[in-house]
């Protein structure tokens, strides 16, 4: 993949999520303007909350936050215009939408560092992987080499599969296998046979070399 099409598919979702914040917005808007345009013993401002409760699913925790602080400053608006804003009612509505939103934020900002945790240390063991299972040559002795790593599961770009080629003496050795488990610990575990038939097929030759002295 080139720079510019990896450039391309981060902006992607960026466009994707700036695009999902207009619904927020909207449903504040619809929202507010319906509301004040009914009569008031309709009440409408009680869905404000879908605005800043919706938002975390597609924003991070500024947006969720400039979304609460919206719906909020909608629903003073409506309390002004209708109750008032000394209305018992009024005021736990508004209180209750700023516990809300302060709460969908703190969950917005705990996810998005959970995630930039677990990128990180994906990060960490893909680049621990890529050390461990060195690229293949296209072609080694008579032999004709290509490999392609993928995981099961679209999650998991690391685990316990290993392969190794070496050449000795015109002879040319292979290694597939798997180990038991995943992530780190998996690569961990790889390491060990990878090692054994690198430091074997290193050897070998050393001793070949040794008996044709």
């Known amino acids: 993949m080139s720079p510019r099409q990896s450039l391309v598919g981060l902006r992607q979702p960026w466009k994707t999520n700036h695009a999902l914040v207009l619904l927020p917005l909207t449903l504040i808007v619809v929202i507010t303007v319906v509301d004040l345009s009914i009569p008031q013993y309709i009440y409408l ?8 409760a919706l938002t975390p699913s597609f924003a ?33 509505q508004i209180v209750t939408l700023i516990v809300l939103s302060v709460t969908v934020v703190i969950y917005s900002a705990l996810r998005d560092r959970r995630r930039a945790q677990l990128a990180q240390v994906r990060s960490v063991a893909e680049a621990a992987q890529r050390v461990l299972l060195w690229p293949l040559p296209e072609q080694i002795g008579p032999l004709k080499v290509a ?4 995981a099961a ?31 780190l610990p998996a690569i961990g575990e790889a390491a060990v046979p990878l090692g054994a038939f690198r430091e074997g097929a290193h050897r070998h030759a050393l001793f070949l070399k040794a008996v044709r002295l």
């Open 147 to 150: 490999s392609l790593y993928l």
């Open 45 to 52: 401002e009680p869905a404000l909350v879908i605005a800043p």
């Open 153 to 183: 599961e679209a999650e998991a770009q690391i685990g316990g599969d290993l392969y190794a080629v070496a050449r000795t003496d015109g002879t040319v050795r292979i290694l597939i296998g798997d180990v038991r488990g995943k992530g």
């Open 60 to 92: 991070g925790p500024r947006t969720t936050g400039l979304i609460g602080a919206l719906a909020v400053a909608a629903l003073v608006l409506i309390s002004h215009f209708q109750a008032g804003l000394g209305d018992l009612n009024r005021i736990v």
